[in-house]
C-alpha cells in the first residue's frame, strides 16, 4: 500500500507569493494533520483535520488555510508568503484522532527568496 | 500554551555506549508518543505510552511514562550507527486530549554515533 504522498516536494517562492501544498493520506485514513519544521526544530502543529472538518488549528497567522476533500486529501494554502515561512511542511494521516500512530509524508521542501 | 522540552538537544556517543533522552511537558499528557527522523526523512512514529509509570521495549530501547504522566524517557542500550538520527517525544494538546489530536512535539534530541 502506498504511504502518505505529498507533493511538491520542493518549491521556491519569492516573498508575497502564494503556494499550494498537496497531500494524499494512506487509504482508509480519515485524519490529515499539517506540521510546520523549521530545520533544527520539531515539527510545529499547524492543523488537523478529520472527516473533513477541522479539529485543530495551531499557533499560525490566517495566511495559512488549508481544507480536507472528500476522498479525505488534503490541501495547505499558505498566503503572502514571508522568508519565514521556509520550512520543510509536513502531512500526516491516522486512522482517525484517536489513533496512536501518525504515519508522516516526506514533506514539501518551501524556500522563500 | 502546551510546551514539551527535550533534553540534551545533542548527544554523541561512541558506537556501543547507552543514551537517553528526556521529556518534559508542560501539561499532564494522556498519552506521550516519540518519534524517530533520520537525517534528511521524515518522523516515524516508535511507540506510544498511556499509562502512568509505564514501561515498555522494543529491542534496546526502553521508554518510561512518569508517574505524573508529565515526564518520559528513552534509553537506547548500545548504541549502533542505525541509531542516528533526532528523537522526538509527542503528547496532544487538543481539547478531548486523546490520542493524536494537535501533537505537540518536543524539542528533540539529536544522536550522533561515533564508530
Known amino acids: 500500500d502506498a504511504g502518505v504522498t505529498q507533493s511538491p516536494t520542493h518549491l521556491i517562492k519569492t516573498r508575497g507569493q502564494q503556494v499550494t501544498l498537496r497531500c494524499s493520506p494512506i487509504s482508509g485514513h480519515k485524519s490529515v494533520s499539517w506540521y510546520q519544521q523549521v530545520l533544527g526544530q520539531g515539527p510545529q502543529f499547524i492543523f488537523q483535520y478529520y472527516e473533513k472538518e477541522e479539529r485543530g488549528r495551531g499557533n499560525f497567522p490566517d495566511r495559512f488555510s488549508a481544507r480536507q476533500f472528500p476522498n479525505y486529501s488534503s490541501e495547505l494554502n499558505v498566503n503572502a508568503l514571508l522568508l519565514g515561512d521556509s520550512a520543510l511542511y509536513l502531512c500526516?494521516?491516522?486512522?482517525?484522532?484517536?489513533?496512536?500512530?501518525?504515519?508522516f509524508g516526506e514533506g514539501s521542501r518551501l524556500t522563500v527568496l | 500554551g502546551q510546551q514539551v522540552m527535550q533534553i540534551p538537544q545533542y548527544q554523541h556517543v561512541q558506537e556501543g555506549e547507552d543514551f537517553t533522552t528526556y521529556c518534559n511537558s508542560s501539561t499532564t499528557l494522556s498519552n506521550i508518543q516519540w518519534y524517530k527522523q533520520r537525517p534528511g526523512g521524515h518522523p516515524v512514529f516508535l511507540i506510544q505510552l498511556v499509562k502512568s509509570g509505564e514501561v515498555k521495549k522494543q529491542k534496546r530501547l526502553t521508554f518510561q511514562f512518569g508517574e505524573a504522566k508529565k515526564n518520559s524517557s528513552l534509553h537506547i542500550t548500545a548504541t549502533q550507527t542505525t541509531d542516528v538520527g533526532t528523537y522526538f517525544c509527542a503528547g496532544p494538546g487538543g481539547v478531548s486530549n486523546f490520542g493524536n489530536e494537535k501533537l505537540t512535539f518536543g524539542t528533540g534530541t539529536r544522536l550522533t554515533i561515533i564508530p
Open positions: 500526516a494521516s491516522s486512522l482517525d484522532i484517536r489513533a496512536a500512530e501518525l504515519f
